[in-house]
């Protein structure tokens, strides 16, 4: 009788990998902690016909190993554009991905991918190349001038055995990476209740408008119904793309950030999502939703208090790549799940910027 209960509880865990994108194996806590480092905005294979573009990717391989040996976390975020897909000719967009995870994938760090604007974005012509001297390689049968699309990269990405990202519901896309993901205790299977829930969104951009549509955020409503119905699992949520719910608590673009905010960079007007259908509101009527992560803007990196039913912290991440806008320091966002959440930058110098009790 025993066994027939078991065959049920794993036919159930089954059935709700299936329809809610939930990772198909889980991670535990390594003692009491739990400890996440979020790479945002790599921008790999940015200018990659030119000198200079290869050798950023090769500094932001050395930001990514020196934050994986100082912290070893347990999971890696690579939280959107992780390419700079208008600027690859051929269709190659794959291998650019392995370069990105790669210092992740040798330590045999577990990782979850969310996509940003850039990772599927079309190829931009150069104006120049209609001049004169015409399009380099125009008989080279590889240049394809075209784009690796969302679910091709996500295929790539899931190929590797470390990767606890989802390709997401069909019904939701155009959308992808749209999944969530149970953090268990030390020694607990995924049969009993977790001890953190990260929910994982593909906010759009590239290929289609930046945002997270109706569907996406009743899928959120359903999946949090259904794995934490009574809000006492601890949650986060990671996407790529402010939310105007950012726009509306930001600290002045400029000005010091100033308790009860926290962070060190804040240079930038918050750059949102085309539109608003009430994700915000959904994420604040949960008292088990902790904090929100995004990257997007590479001049920000506060994090804010909300006056949700939790408290909940929306954050950006720190610019991990050197591709991409900005020269501002290169480093990580870690967060550490221990009691209460614990978030600080390491930064590529060496010095931790900040430790802040979230
Ligand atoms: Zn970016």
Known sequence: MAAVGWLWCFIGVLLLNWRWGLSSSSLNFRGNTFTMALFADLHFGEAASEEWGPLQDVKSQRVMSFVLDAEKPDLVIFLGDILTANNMVCHNATNYWTQAISATLQRNISWASVFGNHDDMSFEWPVDWFGVAGIPGEDNIDHYFRGTTRAELMAHDMSFGASFSVKGSRSLWPSVSNYAMQIFSQNSTNLEEPLLILYFLDSGGGSYPELISARQISWFHEVASELNPDQRVPELAFWHIPTQGYVDIAPPPGSRIESPCVGSINLETVAPQVVELGFMELLSERRSMKAAFVGHNHGLDWCCPT?????????????????????????????EQLNELDIWDKIHSGGVNGVYNV
């Open 307 to 335: 006056k949700s039913a939790g408290m909940m912290y929306l954050c950006f991440a720190r610019h991990t790549g050197y591709g991409g806008y900005g020269t501002w320091t290169r480093g990580a966002r870690i967060i």
